[in-house]
């Protein structure tokens, strides 16, 4: 079975920094870019980053830019999420999700569970 | 960078045929693939249509999808409503560095 589960999402004070974890099983990880994906309480999906199966290309929406970094280890079937400088406007689920076997476009085909990071005072 | 606009809400009574749009700003909507995902209040979201109009195993042909140009549009029909197809349905694109969604649309099953 193919699954995804996110986990060091913790409630953290502004400016402050936190690593997410993606631990992939049931598939070949290192066929595959995966993704980070945040929904915030109440709102809709917004993407995160992307990493090519090799990590030699990442990618990153403007309101992460600067302080988010995406990384993974493929000896581990894992993927990484470093959050610096973070912002309330970070609070959110993020989810980690792997994109599909076609190697010409960018879609999601198996999301994790998500984990929840809260930035508050 | 371009965005996907969707209908904030839609309803629709069981049995009924819905259709969702989703509006590309700028460049074709012919250019990348559309996928569209379905996700259920508390749950992960679930692919319902990918490549535009395919649609994964295990979805019913009750879900289908297609783009049009003209519009500059994609869409996300669901035939025969169910009142288990109550939920968020989100449209995603991409470009050569980044990942678009529309904002979502809730449908209601009434």
């Known amino acids: 079975e193919v699954q995804l589960v996110e986990s060091g999402g913790v409630v953290v004070q502004p400016g402050g920094s936190l690593r997410l974890s993606c631990a992939a099983s049931?598939?070949?990880?290192?066929?595959?870019?995966m993704h980070w994906v945040r929904q915030a309480p109440g709102k809709g999906l917004e993407w995160v980053s992307l990493?090519?199966?090799?990590?030699?290309?990442?990618y990153y929406a403007d309101s992460v830019k600067g302080r988010f970094t995406i990384s993974r280890d493929n000896s581990k079937n894992s993927l990484y999420l470093q959050m610096n400088s973070l912002r309330t406007e970070d609070t959110a689920l993020y989810y980690c999700a792997k994109d599909n076997p076609a190697d010409y476009y960018y879609g999601m085909d198996v999301w994790g569970q998500g984990t929840t990071v809260t930035v508050s005072s | 960078n371009f965005m996907l606009t969707q209908p904030h809400s839609v309803s629709e009574s069981p049995g009924k045929t819905v259709t969702i749009s989703c509006t590309r700003s700028?460049?074709?909507?012919?250019?990348?693939?559309v996928q569209w995902y379905q996700q259920r209040p508390g749950s992960a979201p679930t692919t319902v249509i990918y490549?535009?109009?395919?649609?994964p195993s295990g979805v019913p042909d009750r879900f289908s999808g297609s783009i049009d140009s003209s519009s500059n549009s994609a869409s996300l029909t669901i035939s025969g409503l169910k009142t288990e197809d109550e939920a968020d349905y989100y449209c995603?694109?991409?470009?050569?560095?980044?990942?678009?969604f529309g904002g979502g649309t809730k449908l209601t099953v009434l």
């Open positions: 990493i090519s199966w090799d990590g030699g290309s990442t």
């Open positions: 049931g598939f070949t990880f290192d066929d595959y870019t």
């Open positions: 700028s460049g074709s909507i012919a250019s990348n693939y």
């Open positions: 490549e535009d109009n395919q649609r």
């Open positions: 995603q694109s991409y470009d050569s560095s980044s990942v678009v």
